[in-house]
T-cell receptor
């Protein structure tokens, strides 16, 4: 079944890199996503990776996928105060269009 | 291109009432999905509509229903509101490619408070 797990809180200094981790249990996942949610806002699609890839880079964002361990991570380089938010990983399963989300990871950037 | 819009943004209702929320997708997107976000349960899938037909449904009671119009706009309805229905309701729209709605873009949500 669908079960996406994330750690809860990360504090990082401005300019440092942040790494957010996520594990998922369903090997039928086809796409894995990272969404960002700022206070009072909806979800912003940051990036996603197809399950047959192991890495994707998009400007300051790097996604790593370890299918063997069912582990997904998001690295944000040169973290800025505007990166303070809750980050959700999510998966879509094969044959299904519903996103299954983790509980989210709050990132606080200290100036 | 305009993003996903949801109306109203905030709503306060009383237990037992019903409510209708509206979602206008990004132009050209024909799939609309609805999600409920609460502090306790997190983000949960409600249903997905494509070409005016419900394609997927999550594990919610029949009090939660939806529909989609020919212009792809969607509404969701919750009847006989309960306190536990207080949540942020998010709508997401996507293109459908090869049957998949794999890039889902979210609106700002409707914050529903049931008293």
């Amino acid at each position: 079944g669908e079960d996406v797990e994330q750690s809860l809180f990360l504090s990082v200094r401005e300019g440092d890199s942040s790494v957010i981790n996520c594990t998922y249990t369903d090997s039928s996942s086809t796409y894995l996503y990272w969404y960002k949610q700022e206070p009072g806002a909806g979800l912003q699609l940051l990036t996603y990776i197809f399950s047959n890839m192991d890495m994707k880079q998009d400007q300051r964002l790097t996604v790593l996928l370890n299918k063997k361990d069912k582990h997904l991570s998001l690295r944000i380089a040169d973290t800025q105060t505007g990166d303070s938010a809750i980050y959700f990983c999510a998966e879509i399963l094969y044959g299904n269009n519903r996103l299954a989300f983790g509980k989210g990871n709050q990132v606080v950037v200290i100036p | 291109k305009a993003g996903v819009t949801q109306t109203p943004r905030y709503l306060i209702k009383t237990r037992g009432q019903q409510v209708t929320l509206s979602c206008s997708p990004i132009s050209g997107h024909r799939s609309v999905s609805w999600y409920q976000q609460t502090p306790g349960q997190g983000l949960q899938f409600l249903f997905e509509y494509f070409s005016e037909t419900q394609r997927n449904k999550g594990n919610f009671p029949g009090r939660f229903s939806g529909r989609q119009f020919s212009n792809s706009r969607s509404e969701m309805n919750v009847s006989t509101l309960e306190l536990g229905d207080s949540a942020l309701y998010l709508c997401a729209s996507s293109l459908v490619l090869g049957g998949y709605s794999y890039e889902q873009y979210f609106g700002p949500g409707t914050r529903l408070t049931v008293t």
